[in-house]
């Protein structure tokens, strides 16, 4: 697998790639959350390409003090080869390199089969409580 940034034209994969691993949601629109994300560090929002295919990504930021992952996902058939550890290593290393001194990412609680991925690439869980305000409804067309 390749690891690359995003290039113009991977939107349609990206997006369908999220939905086959029940990424999106309603209140959130993938081609907005896109749009956003190459606004700001574009080079972060990582894809993994075999054969010409996306089959993982993964989103990511620093903001000076935490950095942040977000969507990431692999094809289900491309699933326990490796791919998701790759990926997040390399958003991990980029993340280093521009200072980043501690990863913070959001799992849902009924996903334990994610959670327990994270926790076999050193994550742990922080006692924290995560809030969140929606400042633009992204289910208004």
């Known amino acids: 697998?390749?690891?690359?940034?995003f290039q113009k034209g991977d939107t349609s994969q990206i997006i369908s790639l999220w939905e086959r691993c029940n990424l999106t949601v309603s209140w959130n629109d993938p081609e907005?959350?896109?749009q956003?994300?190459?606004?700001?560090?574009?080079?972060?929002?990582?894809?993994g390409?075999?054969?010409?295919?996306?089959?993982?990504t993964v989103m990511a930021g620093y903001d000076g003090h935490r950095g942040w992952l977000y969507y990431l996902a692999v094809d289900p058939d491309y699933q326990k080869q490796g791919y998701g550890s790759r990926i997040v290593a390399?958003?991990?290393?980029?993340?280093?390199a521009m200072g980043c001194p501690k990863i913070n990412l959001m799992v849902r609680n009924s996903n334990q089969k994610v959670r327990e991925f994270y926790q076999s690439l050193g994550y742990q869980v922080d006692e924290v409580v995560s809030l969140g305000k929606r400042l633009v409804d992204d289910t208004q067309k």
């Open 1 to 5: 697998m390749e690891i690359r940034s």
């Open 32 to 34: 907005k959350d896109i």
């Open 36 to 47: 956003r994300k190459l606004t700001t560090q574009s080079e972060l929002l990582l894809v």
């Open 49 to 56: 390409v075999q054969e010409e295919r996306i089959v993982a």
């Open 90 to 96: 390399e958003a991990e290393r980029r993340l280093r």
